[in-house]
Every structure is written in structure tokens, then in C-alpha cells.
């Protein structure tokens, strides 16, 4: 069965530090998400992504995250300069339509990033 | 803004009994999901509902949506261990999706 790869399972890094993190969404799927959860928290959305643009960002999405669909296949979130308050598991979800089937989105298992 | 709240948000049963938990919120969704997360894993979806007073199916797993699109709840019948988990149901109503805080079951065996 198709699923969402995310790499790499778990970053840690130093606060100040840029980190990328990479996912595989679901081949035939069109819209591409990043969600990411703060450890005992919500899963929270931060962005929305169809065709080579973002549909829908969240208030925490500011200008320190960035996304990027470099090729036919990785969708990658970028955070510039890391803060202690980044620090969560971040998830990459994808879906196949906006309509119908959008609110159908299937997550990747996730990649834990500590800043330390 | 849209919350999600889920409870109880904790449920301790013995095996063989039946649940169930609910989901509700002021606001409309177009659609509502069920998800299961295990511990440092991504949710996996269990069921989407769309159209309101909705019932769908999953073995022991009911699911239904409110005439209004306003709440959901899952109804578990015969809970067996391997139910135990965090239950989370988000809501849609463009694409992103509004979790709410979920539902921890435990089921003793």
C-alpha cells in the first residue's frame, strides 16, 4: 500500500542552525502538507502546497520556514534559523484532490527535531 | 477559531466492553477524519464522513457524523487490546485540517 516517507526519522540540531526536512509524498497525490506536533500537544497545521505553490500557510509559518518541491517527487520543509520553540515532531501529509478526497490526507510517520 | 474538542480524554476499559468517544465543536466542517497515533508515529487515518448524520463502519469501529457537521463520535464495540492507542478526530473545512487534543484509550486485557 502507498505511504508517505519522511527522512530523517529524528534531527537534532543547534539552535541558529538551518535544517531541512524531506518527505515522499504519495505518488498520484496532488496536494502536499506539513503539520507538526509539539510533544503532549495538537497536531497543528503550518502549511498547504498545490501545484509549485503554497495554498495555505498558518500563522506559525513565518518567514523562518520555507517549502519546496524540488523535483517530481520530495517535498521538503526548510526552517532558516532554528529556535528552542521548534523543537516537535514534524509530519508531511498528502492528499489526492482539494475537493472530495482532499480532507483525505495521509501522514508520514514523522520527523522528530530537537534543538538544543 | 475552529476548535476540536474530544472526550473523554482518557478511557480505561477492560476487554470485551464497549465505547464510545466523541468530538465536538461550535463550527462546521465539511468533512471529519479519524485518526489513530501510536507513540512517536504520524496519525493513521481510520475513516473520513462527510455528509451530516453519516454512520460508517470499520469492523468494530462505528463512526458517525452529526446532522449539523458539528460533532462526531466512534463507537467501539468488544474493545480488545490492540484498540489501545490515541484516538484524534480533525475536522475539514478547506484544507487544513483542525485536530483536537484526542481521545487516549487503554484496553485491559
Known amino acids: 500500500e502507498p505511504e508517505v516517507t519522511q527522512t530523517p526519522s529524528h534531527q537534532v540540531t543547534q539552535m541558529g542552525q538551518e535544517v531541512i526536512l524531506r518527505c515522499v509524498p504519495i505518488?498520484?497525490?496532488?496536494?502536499f502538507y506539513w503539520y507538526r506536533q509539539i510533544l503532549g500537544q495538537k497536531v497543528e497545521f503550518l502549511v498547504s502546497?498545490?501545484?509549485?505553490?503554497?495554498?495555505?500557510k498558518s500563522e506559525i509559518f513565518d518567514d523562518q520556514f520555507s517549502v519546496e518541491r524540488p523535483d517530481g517527487s520530495n517535498f521538503t520543509l526548510k526552517i532558516r534559523s532554528t529556535k528552542l520553540e521548534d523543537s516537535a515532531m514534524y509530519f508531511c501529509?498528502?492528499?489526492?484532490?482539494?475537493?472530495?478526497?482532499?480532507?483525505?490526507?495521509?501522514f508520514g510517520p514523522g520527523t522528530r527535531l530537537t534543538v538544543t | 477559531t475552529q476548535l476540536l474538542e474530544q472526550s473523554p480524554q482518557f478511557l480505561s476499559i477492560q476487554e470485551g466492553e464497549n465505547l464510545t468517544v466523541y468530538c465536538n465543536s461550535s463550527?462546521?466542517?465539511?468533512?471529519l477524519q479519524w485518526y489513530r497515533q501510536e507513540p512517536g508515529e504520524g496519525p493513521v487515518l481510520l475513516v473520513t464522513?462527510?455528509?451530516?448524520?453519516e454512520v460508517k463502519k470499520l469492523k468494530r469501529l462505528t463512526f458517525q457524523f452529526g446532522d449539523a457537521r458539528k460533532d462526531s463520535s466512534l463507537h467501539i464495540t468488544a474493545a480488545q487490546p490492540g484498540d489501545t492507542g490515541l484516538y484524534l478526530c480533525?475536522?475539514?473545512?478547506?484544507?487544513?485540517?483542525?485536530f483536537g487534543k484526542g481521545t487516549r484509550l487503554s484496553v485491559i486485557a
Open positions: 505518488s498520484n497525490h496532488l496536494y
Open positions: 463550527s462546521v466542517f465539511s468533512s
Open positions: 480533525a475536522g475539514a473545512r478547506n484544507t487544513p485540517l483542525v
Open positions: 501529509a498528502s492528499s489526492e484532490l482539494v475537493t472530495g478526497k482532499a480532507y483525505e490526507q495521509y
Open positions: 464522513v462527510v455528509t451530516g448524520g
Open positions: 502546497f498545490y501545484n509549485n505553490e503554497i495554498s495555505e
